[in-house]
């Protein structure tokens, strides 16, 4: 999902160039002969990401990383969305090793940096530990999810592999969880002992990040920003 994810560095290279062509020409989203909702998420790596031929019913995009990262196509996937009237998330990538309320602060600043609308999602990428212990990370992310929520009213999605929420999700259970397994058919993953249901499955990252909810359109925007 971002620049520096652990899950899929080793394809950042190769895929750059992959995503960025098929982005131009857009990529329709498989046919659902199921009941699950479809989304893809998307950053920098997809600048062109065509949403009006996407075929997703979700899009959630890189916003921020760290202290000073800003996705240079967040703004422009943020109006695509809306224009092309695909529900919408935005997502931060974590990095422990910072303060987790400054990281918190600074995503936020950069989303309301943008026409925000109820129903906006909101989301952590955790899937580094910089190093440090669990205990660490674990009271890092419920500190950033706190400030979120504190300042938003929004319980923010927490998105990370299965393994990664296995070992640093305790306590995280009351946060809708967006849960990366490609080894698991799309709908089919069993969600950590923490969580007692997942809100989204991020089934492939071929050939972009590609998701399913077993939540309606309605009820995913309900964990959205709330109505003024």
């Known amino acids: 999902m971002t620049i ?62 760290g202290l000073d990262f800003k996705d240079p196509t967040f703004a422009r996937h943020w109006k695509e969305l809306d224009k092309n009237k695909v529900a ?37 990428d955790l899937e580094t530990s910089d190093g440090r212990s669990t205990a660490h990370v674990n009271a890092w992310a419920k500190k950033w999810l706190e400030r979120v929520t504190a300042k938003t009213g929004v319980k923010p999605l927490f998105y990370s592999s299965q393994a990664f929420a296995d070992q640093y999700g305790h306590g995280l259970g009351q946060y809708p ?14 969600p950590p002992a923490d969580w007692k249901a997942w809100a989204i499955h991020q089934y492939s990252d071929n050939p972009v990040d590609q998701n399913v909810s077993a939540l309606t359109i309605k009820d995913l925007r309900a964990l959205g920003r709330p109505a003024v």
């Open 177 to 190: 969880l967006w849960l990366a397994n490609y080894g698991k058919a799309k709908g089919t993953v069993t």
């Open 88 to 124: 919408r998330g935005a997502y931060h990538f974590g990095h422990p090793a910072n303060d987790p309320v400054a990281e918190a602060d600074y995503f936020l600043a950069v989303v309301n940096g943008q026409q925000g609308k109820p129903g906006d999602l909101l989301a952590l």
């Open 4 to 65: 520096s994810s652990t899950l899929r560095t080793f394809r950042a290279g190769a895929l750059l160039a992959m995503a960025t062509a098929v982005a131009a020409v857009g990529f329709s989203g498989p046919a659902q002969a199921d009941d699950f909702t479809y989304g893809q998420d998307v950053s920098n790596y997809q600048p062109q990401h065509d949403w009006a031929t996407s075929g997703a019913d979700f899009g959630i995009v890189k916003a921020t990383e």
